[in-house]
C-alpha cells in the first residue's frame, strides 16, 4: 500500500472538485482478514448514505464508491496492513495510503478532504527517514517512534555490486552470493578494500533515486553506516534534510531495534532543538504583530499566507464562521462553520509554513491555536 508522502498530502489539500470522500479505517500490521473488510464495508455503506443525503443520485453514489469496495472481498489486501488506512474519493479520483499511526473509523463527505486525522505526520516533528548503508547492503523507511515501514527501492542501488553490474570501466569486484541473497562481500568489514570508482558509482546512483524518491519531503533522513561511508554519501546526496549526526556502525550488524532505538535518538534530539527554536522565536519576538494567539488571527493568517508557524494545543477544537471583514470567528455549527484547526493546518502547508502539536508547558498562555508570522 502507498505511503503517504508531503507531496501526496498538498495535492489532496488543493482538491476543489466535490464532493470529496475521505475514509479512515484502524487496521493492524498483521492483518484482520475477518473484522476489517466487514468495518471497512460498514464505512462505505455510510459514506454512500452520506452522498445520497447531501443530493448524489444513488446510482451515482454506488459508482464513486466501487472500487474502495473492491477491498472488502480481497483477503491479501487485508494481510498486509499498518496502524491505518486512508482512502480519499471524488468522482473522477480515488486514492488509499498506509498510515503508521492508529486513526479512528470514519466517513467524512464534505467539499474538502478530512485531514484532521492525518494531524501526526501534518506536523514537524515525528516522521523520519532511515537510511541502513553498507555497501553489501541499502534500505530505507520511513520511521515514527517505535514503528518504521520499508520502502522499496528500485533495482539496481541495493549494493555495490548491483550498482556498477553493467559497469566495466574497472575490474569487478570479488563477491559470491548465498542462494537468492544479496551479495555477499569479501572483506566488507573494511570500505577501504574496494574499488573507489565502484564505491562513487554506487553512492551516486543511490542518491539520485532516493532525491526522487524523496523529492519534496521535508522529513529528517537518519543514516545509519561507517563513518566514511556516510561522509561520502552526505556530501553526495542533496536531499536538503539529511541530519549531520548518524547512526555510527555497519548496520548488516545491528539488529532492528537497535537501529531504530539509535535513530529515534538523533531524530528525536532534531525534533526537540526545532521546536525549542521556533516556539522561542514565538516568545521573544521583538516586532509586534508576528506572534500572534486565538483562532481568528490565526486562521486568516495563514489564509493569507503570512504564517511560517502554527503552533496548536493538545486538545485544540474550534468550530465556527471566519468573518473576514472584522477578523473574527462567529460562533456556530451551521453549514458555513468549519474545522478551524484543520483549516488553518491547511493554509499553512499550503503556504510552506511548519505545524506543532504543543503542550501547555512548553507554550504557556496558548490558547487553542497560536503563530509566527513571516511579515
Given at each position: 500500500m502507498n505511503l503517504l508522502l508531503r507531496e501526496d498530502l498538498l495535492s489532496l489539500l488543493r482538491n476543489t472538485e466535490t464532493p470529496a470522500v475521505s475514509l479512515y479505517l484502524a487496521t493492524h500490521r498483521a492483518g484482520d482478514t475477518d473484522a476489517e473488510p466487514i468495518r471497512w464495508r460498514h464505512l462505505l455503506d455510510e459514506a454512500e448514505s452520506r452522498l445520497t443525503a447531501a443530493g448524489l443520485r444513488a446510482p451515482v453514489a454506488r459508482e464513486m464508491l466501487a472500487e474502495p469496495r473492491k477491498f472488502v472481498n480481497d483477503a491479501l489486501f487485508w494481510r498486509y496492513q499498518e496502524e491505518g488506512m486512508v482512502c480519499f474519493i471524488t468522482p473522477s479520483s480515488f486514492r488509499y495510503f498506509a498510515l503508521p499511526f492508529a486513526v479512528p473509523d470514519m466517513a467524512v463527505v464534505g467539499e474538502r478532504f478530512h485531514v484532521r486525522p492525518l494531524l501526526p505526520s501534518l506536523e514537524s516533528n515525528g516522521?523520519?527517514?532511515l537510511l541502513t548503508l553498507?555497501?553489501?547492503?541499502?534500505?530505507?523507511?520511513?520511521?515514527?517512534r517505535r514503528t518504521g515501514r520499508d520502502i522499496p527501492l528500485p533495482e539496481g542501488v541495493h549494493n555495490v555490486a548491483e550498482?556498477?553490474?553493467?559497469d566495466d570501466s574497472e575490474k569487478p569486484l570479488q563477491y559470491h552470493t548465498v542462494g537468492k541473497g544479496p551479495a555477499v562481500f569479501h572483506g566488507q568489514a573494511d570500505p577501504g578494500d574496494f574499488n573507489d570508482t565502484h564505491v562513487t558509482l554506487f553512492l551516486q546512483k543511490l542518491c539520485r533515486e532516493l532525491e526522487k524518491l524523496l523529492a519534496g519531503e521535508?522529513?529528517?533522513?537518519?543514516?545509519a553506516g561507517v563513518e566514511n561511508?556516510?561522509?561520502r554519501f552526505a556530501r553526495?546526496?542533496?536531499?536538503?534534510n539529511i541530519l549531520p549526526q548518524g547512526v555510527e556502525g555497519n548496520p548488516d550488524r545491528m539488529t532492528p531495534e537497535k537501529l531504530r532505538a539509535a535513530a529515534w535518538d538523533t531524530a528525536s534530539a532534531h525534533f526537540d532543538r526545532l521546536r525549542r527554536e521556533r516556539v522561542t522565536a514565538w516568545v521573544e519576538s521583538s516586532v509586534p504583530g508576528l506572534a500572534v494567539n486565538g483562532a481568528a488571527p490565526v486562521a486568516l493568517s495563514a489564509e493569507e499566507g503570512r504564517v511560517s508557524a502554527l503552533f496548536l494545543?493538545?486538545?485544540?477544537?474550534v468550530r465556527g464562521v471566519l468573518d473576514r471583514e472584522n477578523r473574527r470567528v462567529l460562533p456556530g455549527d451551521g453549514p458555513e462553520a468549519v474545522d478551524l484547526v484543520e483549516y488553518a493546518v491547511a493554509q499553512t502547508l499550503l503556504h510552506?509554513?511548519?505545524?506543532f502539536v504543543l503542550t501547555p508547558e512548553e507554550l504557556p498562555g496558548l490558547e487553542d491555536m497560536a503563530a509566527s508570522l513571516r511579515y
Open positions: 516522521i523520519y527517514y553498507s555497501l553489501n547492503s541499502v534500505a530505507l523507511f520511513q520511521c515514527r550498482a556498477n553490474r553493467h521535508r522529513a529528517p533522513l537518519v543514516v561511508i556516510r561522509a553526495e546526496c542533496r536531499y536538503p494545543a493538545v486538545d485544540a477544537d510552506d509554513g511548519e505545524v
